[in-house]
C-alpha cells in the first residue's frame, strides 16, 4: 500500500503506515473520562488517518460498531482486531497479539502498556498517561 499526502498544504510525502490503537475501553459501558477521551480521541483520528494515507488497526475486546465514533460504516482504512483474553487483556491479549502481528506505532490512550513485550520489542509506542 503506498499513498501520498499534502503535509501542511504544502508538500505531498508518501506515507505507507499502519498505527494500532488500543480501543478496549470504548466497549466500557461505565464511562469514565478514560473512556470518553478514547472514544473521542479515536473518532476524530479515523477522518486524518484517512486524509494522510494511514491504516488504524483497533484492538478491542469485543467487536465495536462505527455508530460508537459517529460512522455509518467502517471506512476501508480502518479493521479491527477482536482480541479475546478473559483475564490480563493487554498484558496477555493483546501483548501476544503484539508480537505476531506488530504495528508501525502503538498508541494506547489508556495509559497502560503490555509489560509482557520487553521495550526492545515493543514497537514505537505513544502511551497517554
Known amino acids: ?17 499502519m498505527i494500532g490503537i488500543d480501543a478496549s475501553r470504548v466497549h466500557t459501558s461505565a464511562r469514565t473520562g478514560t473512556e470518553t477521551y478514547s ?6 483520528l479515523i ?3 484517512q486524509e494522510m494515507g494511514v491504516h488504524l488497526v483497533l484492538y478491542t475486546r469485543e467487536p465495536l460498531t ?12 480502518v479493521t479491527q482486531e477482536v482480541i479475546r483474553a478473559p483475564r490480563l ?3 496477555v491479549g493483546l501483548a501476544a497479539h503484539l508480537r505476531r502481528h506488530p504495528p ?7 495509559h497502560v502498556l503490555p509489560f509482557a513485550i520487553p521495550s526492545s520489542r515493543l514497537p514505537p509506542s505513544v502511551v497517554t498517561v
Not at 472514544?39 to 476524530?44: F, G, V
Open 47 to 49: 477522518p486524518l488517518a
Open 104 to 110: 508501525d506505532v502503538l498508541f494506547i490512550p489508556a
Open 39 to 44: 472514544r473521542e480521541l479515536i473518532a476524530h
Open 66 to 77: 462505527p455508530h460508537a465514533f459517529r460512522l455509518d460504516a467502517w471506512p476501508p482504512h
Open 89 to 91: 487483556w493487554t498484558h
Open 1 to 17: 500500500m503506498h499513498r501520498e499526502f499534502a503535509f501542511a498544504r504544502a508538500r505531498v510525502y508518501p506515507v505507507t503506515m
